[in-house]
């Protein structure tokens, strides 16, 4: 089961619809104090009625320490994450949360930033435009969406200091507007980072069109928001042991490792649950991984020296894991 570290009261004292099938909520503390500081790009994870936990991205200054703001799409694949917040979540409702977290910093040792968003991925980068222009660091916002009524946001950032950093790219709009990626991705250069977030195919699609351009790896960014399911014809049952005991678990095939770990009453700290936030990364000193998550760079994956254990599984018959 989902677990929350550093759980927070919070109280929803505003949701607001923000475009087509996208809805705000500002969090503010139930006991009326400061939150805990954040920095751009962070997240939070939240126990939504029911018992999931999902992380959201904050999306307000993060100068502020009187609120959180947070924007949800309501998925119709959702594994009922976003149809919770849409539906069940109501001004007034007090939620619980956990202390802000960032696996999707900004690199303050770049010389120049290239944001690209994609639909609900506009909400970690448009922090990130909120702080960068208040440092006056170099950068350009390409926001890209199906259509008008579905981009959030539009009239805050328009009134922004940052407005004409940022362009829009409208599916349903003129030719002339629509996101060119050899163009916006054309010239890598050292000190030049990008960042990218948004929905699986836009980002596979960024990502890959940066590596061909040139692009460094240690110069790309990202943050996905959810990971489709994957399988495949190996995906029969396998062995962990724990490192500290020497104990074996055995995971039965279609059967999550956090599962097979949390039946043996062994907990590991989860979030997403699809291998995309990396909170249950757990060392791995034996065994070849399987990795199915989207966290890990290809570097790191490749390292086999540790995996999501919500998600991934193993190619040899056990894992020994630092548990």
């Known amino acids: 089961m989902s677990q929350l570290s550093t ?3 919070v109280r929803v004292a505003r949701k607001a619809v923000e475009a087509e099938g ?3 909520f500002e969090l503010q503390a139930a006991d009326g104090q400061p939150l805990p500081a954040f920095s751009a790009g962070s997240h939070v994870d939240v ?4 018992g999931l936990v999902r992380p959201y991205s904050l999306c307000n200054d993060a100068g502020e320490t009187h609120r959180y703001l947070i924007a949800v799409l309501k998925d119709a694949a959702s594994r009922g994450g976003s149809v919770a917040m849409h539906e069940r979540v109501h001004e007034g409702d007090v939620l619980t949360i956990s202390a ?9 040792d770049a010389t120049e930033h290239l944001l690209l968003a994609g639909g609900i991925g506009i909400t970690p980068l448009l922090c990130m435009a909120e702080r960068l222009a208040v440092t006056g660091a170099a950068f350009a916002l390409h926001y890209a969406t199906r259509s008008r009524a579905r981009t959030a946001f539009a009239d805050r950032i328009a009134a922004s200091s940052f407005a004409p950093r940022v362009h829009f790219h409208v599916d349903d709009g003129d030719a002339a507007q629509r ?7 054309a010239a890598p250069r050292p000190g030049r980072h990008l960042y990218v977030c948004g929905p699986q195919g ?5 990502l890959g069109g940066a590596r061909a351009a040139g692009w460094p790896e240690s110069q790309l960014h990202w943050e996905f928001f959810g990971a489709a399911p994957t399988a495949g014809a190996d995906d029969g049952g396998f062995e962990v042991q724990l490192a500290s005991s020497g104990r074996v678990i055995a995971v039965a095939a279609g059967q999550r490792v956090t599962q097979a770990l949390e039946a043996a009453g062994v907990m590991v700290p989860t979030s997403c649950e699809q291998g ?3 909170t249950c990364l757990t060392r791995v000193l034996d065994g070849v991984p399987d990795h199915r998550d989207l966290y890990l760079t290809p570097e790191e994956q490749a390292a086999g020296d540790q995996f999501t ?6 190619k040899s018959a056990r894992l020994v894991l630092d548990l």
Do not use: T, W
């Not at 836009?202 to 960024?206: D, G, K, L, S, Y």
């Not at 254990?309 to 193993?314: H, L």
């Open 47 to 50: 126990q939504l009625p029911g």
């Open 22 to 24: 996208i809805c705000s």
């Open 276 to 278: 995309v936030c990396g």
């Open 7 to 9: 759980p927070l009261a």
């Open 202 to 206: 836009f980002m596979e699609a960024v």
């Open 309 to 314: 254990p919500c998600c991934s599984r193993a």
């Open 179 to 185: 996101l060119d990626l050899a163009r916006v991705l």
């Open 100 to 108: 802000p977290k960032n696996h999707f910093a900004l690199a303050h």
